[in-house]
């Protein structure tokens, strides 16, 4: 039980790390596409390289943790790790993984946009010419289709978590429902017993009460 317990607690500490990495790797991406090709250089590519190697590291070795958490969940109870909890890291794993490939795709695009504007530059004294605009042009309706395409997988990642979130909690109604269901026959029993006692202490009282009245009736028949 507790190396069940001590395994979650590492995938939770490992999926907090692969987060927060990944949001930075975001926010990075995020910069690059609002700066123009000439504001960036090899050197800010080189760290986002650095940034994409360590987060492939870290979802390396969540893989792993999860593995180990799938097949503690097959040894039952005992193991104290659920397939369904098993089931909920490994589709944060893939979360996460889809996140990271959306934007290394938006990076590699920020990157090829730069390299494309600088080879470009180097043509006739500065000036783009005419089959450059039509790259660029290619380019940026790629670059458009590509953020269409991240939009909709997020859209549906996050629908995928509501409903995945909808799902555990019926699993929960359903299991209190059931620990319901088989604590019923006991409430019943419970309820039997007490409607019996009910009817003898009734009847009990309505013996008192005739026993009573006979014993006055006759009192005043022999009294007068």
């Known amino acids: 039980m507790s190396g069940g317990g001590e395994l979650k607690k590492t995938v939770a500490r490992k999926e907090r790390e692969v987060d927060y990495k990944i949001t930075h790797y975001a926010s990075f991406a ?4 609002q700066m123009s090709a000439q504001e960036t250089d090899d050197d800010m590519f080189s760290s986002g390289d650095h940034m994409r190697d360590e987060i492939q ?20 109870p005992s193991s104290g790790v659920s397939q369904t ?5 490994m589709g944060r794993l893939q979360t996460y993984t889809q996140d990271f490939a959306r934007i290394g795709r ?15 530059r180097r043509s006739r004294r500065g ?6 605009h039509e790259l660029m042009s290619e380019h940026d309706a790629v670059g458009g289709a590509h953020s269409a395409a991240d939009r909709v997988l997020a859209q549906a990642s996050a629908t995928h978590g ?8 019926l699993e929960g109604i359903g299991g209190r429902l059931q620990s319901l269901a088989r604590q019923v026959p006991g409430l019943n029993s419970l ?12 009847m009990l009282l309505a013996a008192c009460i005739g026993t009573m009245i006979t014993a006055l009736i006759l009192y005043n028949h022999y009294v007068n």
Do not use: F
């Open 127 to 132: 000036e783009w010419s005419e089959e450059m």
């Open 85 to 89: 909890i098993a089931q909920q890291h």
């Open 30 to 33: 995020d910069n690059l596409e």
């Open 191 to 202: 309820m039997s017993r007490i409607r019996t006692k009910r009817e003898r202490d009734r």
């Open 162 to 169: 509501d409903l995945e979130g909808q799902r555990h909690r």
């Open 57 to 76: 590291r870290l979802l390396d070795e969540l893989g792993d943790l999860n593995r180990q958490l799938l097949t503690a969940s097959r040894g039952g």
């Open 106 to 120: 938006r990076i590699g695009d920020a990157r090829s946009s730069a390299a494309l504007v600088r080879g470009g």
